[in-house]
């Protein structure tokens, strides 16, 4: 599957943020986006996933040439898009086993709907042995399955809990919305391991970070550096590394980035 | 079936029932003082949000039904479905009645009024003691006309009485039914548990039709015992409910009120509870949704008459389209009851414009070396919420669905286990149904 995405802009509450992104990912590849705080990163996650407080002023996005901008939020997610929360909500009176079984269930019907077989007939079998894998893979403790969803639990916590919800769904492309961010090392290396267990050819992603340490653990195909909501420049995982030697100011001179005036 | 076409029928009513002086005069008394007052309006404050003035409350006729003998529930049938008693009232009658055999020889008793009323002519029996005290008690408190009225023409319903330190493990199951129209009916629910007793009682109210259902309840609770009540409303949208409770909680003993109001079209109840002694610890919990033109209106009073008591109070509404809800909770401390701890928490979440929420917490606080809170919140679902589980493959209206139920769910949890389902399917099918757009 590809996602290409053109020519993107968006605002929030009257901001321009997003200012003309152009992307286009296969699935296959990892493709990792660096930028520093209010580069935009968090917002085109939310846009491609169709946050409702972000209007798209121009550009396309097109998901296996299908318009995805135009689609509901639950229709992107059951055509494979997903998306790693920078920062998970918290839904108390859920508890995590009663909301990742729905979920299974849910994903199970919309993908017998679109292929046109009858969503009554698609009841996931075996799914609490799956979970419980799952959680053992990620090291998370059983004892989560009775709690309610990200109530009370740590910023690393919730993080796993992101990337046990992507392991169950087995999305097309993953979008981890700085996953890495206040993970120890422990929290991060677990982490990686869930995503790197996804590569495949069925499974692309967006690594969004700010720091270069989660690359360390899962190798991108690609790299861009967010600024000041465009794609400023790409490349290889080299990159990388240039970014981590210089910083961005070097980024701002290298690609003649004046900074506007604070109005 | 006998008919009376008023309330100014009620003394002829009370005359033709024949039932013996000690019960009779009770009802006498409550009539002379349903005589004193007229109906509460919005000018008085429990009744200010709450306005009663387009019924015709004295015309409404009320009626005996002939007498039947129930079906009487046996050991086995009351196994099969878990129960250690189970009655059954059909506008006004009694079809089933059963009480474990166990329990029955242990003392306890699970009768009507009329069977009482026609076994004990004196009113020397525990159970007629008790039920002329709750009767009392009740009387005392009943401060509106709707409460006396009730009082004045109670003809059926359920009594309990468990026996000194006896524990009935199973629920006692109430269920009260009433279809039809243009008519009022006066349920009666008395529970007695002397001191170590323990009981588990459901109440579920069922039926369709305009008519107006007018309950009271009484509990006296001895010192030490347990008791666990729940009433579930389930009736439709065209039915009009009041229900007064009053309980007594004495020394150490433990009372759990749970309200389920997920029917009715029309509802004023209130649950006045009296904590006697020291180490009482009272529960009132209650859940309440509201959709199209319905309108619930709840009170609870937490009325601290002794020292170191422990009260607490939880409710949680949701409301949508154009119905409204008001919840109205006190916490009364008197002079003497140092060392109390009460606490009162209401929850609203208003699903649309044109849905309306009052939330009414108040304390009342007599006396210093108290620990009393109150906290109210109302408010939509949450955006945020609904995009995440959006963003898991939840439709909008799955989304919000979950929100309500999840919203709802820490409130059903403290609810006794074997209700849980049984309320949270009907919660379901509840906010199924609801027409309106949601925000959020
Ligand atoms: N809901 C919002 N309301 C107003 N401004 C916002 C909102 N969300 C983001 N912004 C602004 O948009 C810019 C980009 O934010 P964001 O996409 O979160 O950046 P990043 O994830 O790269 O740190 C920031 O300047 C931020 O303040
Ligand atoms: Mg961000």
């Not at chain 2, 401060?143 to 006896?166: E, M, Q, T």
């Not at chain 2, 409710?315 to 916490?331: F, H, M, W």
Request: aromatic share 8%; charged share 25%.
């Amino acid at each position: 599957m590809n996602l290409e995405i053109q020519n993107l802009q968006a605002r929030v509450e009257e901001t321009e943020i997003l200012k003309g992104i152009n992307l286009s990912i296969k699935t296959g590849e990892i493709h990792a986006i660096m930028g520093p705080n209010g580069s935009g990163k968090s917002t085109l996650s939310n846009v491609l996933m169709g946050h409702p407080n972000y209007e798209v002023t121009g550009g396309e996005v097109l998901l296996d040439g299908e318009n995805l901008l135009e689609m509901e939020v639950n229709d992107r997610a059951n055509r494979g898009l997903f998306m790693a929360f920078q920062y998970p909500v918290e839904i108390p009176g859920i508890t995590v086993g009663r909301f990742m079984k729905r979920v299974i269930e849910i994903r199970a019907a919309a993908k017998a709907e679109l292929r046109g077989e009858d969503p009554e007939m698609s009841k996931p079998t075996g799914f609490v042995k799956y979970l419980r894998d799952t959680m053992d893979f990620l090291e998370v403790d059983q004892q989560f399955i009775n709690r309610y969803l990200n109530e009370g639990f740590s910023g690393g916590e919730k993080k796993r809990m992101e990337v046990l919800q992507m392991l169950m769904l087995k999305p097309n492309f993953a979008i981890l919305d700085e996953t890495d961010s206040g993970l120890d090392i422990d929290a991060l290396k677990v982490v990686s391991k869930g995503v790197n267990k996804m590569r495949g050819p069925e499974f692309g992603a967006i690594i969004i970070t700010h720091y270069q340490r989660i690359l360390d653990y899962i190798k991108p195909d690609y790299v861009h550096i967010l600024y000041k909501g465009k794609i400023v420049t790409s490349g290889g995982k080299d990159l990388v590394q240039v970014l981590e030697d210089k910083g961005y100011d070097w980024v701002k001179a290298q690609y003649g980035i004046v900074d506007e005036e604070e109005s | 079936m006998k008919v009376y076409n008023s309330t100014g029928e009620l003394a002829q009513f009370i005359g033709d029932r024949g039932e013996p002086s000690w019960f009779a005069s009770l009802r006498n008394q409550a009539l002379e003082q349903f005589k004193k007052i007229s109906w509460p309006t919005l000018q008085d404050e429990e009744w200010r949000r709450t306005d009663i003035s387009s019924f015709d409350l004295d015309a409404l006729s009320f009626s005996v039904p002939a007498v039947a003998q129930p079906r009487v529930l046996s050991d086995s049938d009351l196994s099969s479905v878990g129960y250690a008693g189970k009655v059954e009232f059909s506008n006004g009658l009694c079809i089933s009645l059963g009480l474990l055999g166990d329990e029955e020889k242990s003392g306890v008793v699970f009768t009507t009024l009329q069977d009482l009323l026609s076994k004990d002519t004196t009113g020397s029996s525990k159970v007629a003691k008790a039920l002329v005290r709750g009767f009392e008690q009740s009387l005392e408190s009943a401060d509106n006309k709707v409460f006396r009225w009730s009082l004045s023409a109670a003809s059926y319903g359920a009594l309990v009485y468990i026996p000194k330190n006896h524990r009935v493990e199973k629920s006692l199951r109430i269920t009260i039914s009433a279809s039809g129209d243009d008519f009022v009916t006066f349920p009666f629910v008395g529970v007695v548990l002397e001191p170590g007793a323990q009981a588990t009682i459901e109440m579920a109210w069922e039926g369709q039709g305009g008519f107006l259902v007018n309950q009271s309840n009484f509990f006296s609770v001895g010192d030490g015992a347990n008791l666990s009540y729940t009433q579930i409303q389930k009736t439709g949208d065209e039915v009009v409910v009041f229900t007064n409770g009053k309980s007594q909680v004495e020394r150490d003993a433990r009372f759990r009120h749970f309200e389920a109001i997920l029917g009715g079209g029309f509802v004023k109840n209130r649950i006045d509870s009296s904590l006697l002694g020291p180490g009482s610890d009272l529960e009132l919990d209650g859940i309440y949704f509201a959709d199209k033109e319905r309108h619930i209106d709840l009170r609870t009073v937490q009325h601290h008459k002794s020292h170191h008591a422990t009260s607490n109070a939880v409710y949680r509404g949701a409301v949508a389209d154009e119905a409204r809800v008001i919840y109205q909770g006190l916490i009364e401390v008197s002079p003497e009851a140092h060392g109390t701890d009460a606490y009162l928490s209401n929850k609203n979440l208003v699903l649309n414009d044109g849905a309306k929420a009052d939330s009414i917490p108040s304390l009342q606080i007599n006396t210093d070396d108290v620990r009393c809170s109150h906290g109210s919140t109302t408010g939509k679902l949450r955006a945020d919420q609904v995009f995440y589980l959006m963003t898991r493959g939840y439709s909008r209206s799955q989304a919000q669905e979950t929100l309500i139920l999840a919203y709802f769910q820490e409130v059903i949890g403290r609810v006794h286990e074997s209700l849980q389902d049984e309320i949270y399917s009907l919660l379901f099918d509840q906010i199924s149904g609801i027409k309106a757009d949601l925000k959020g």
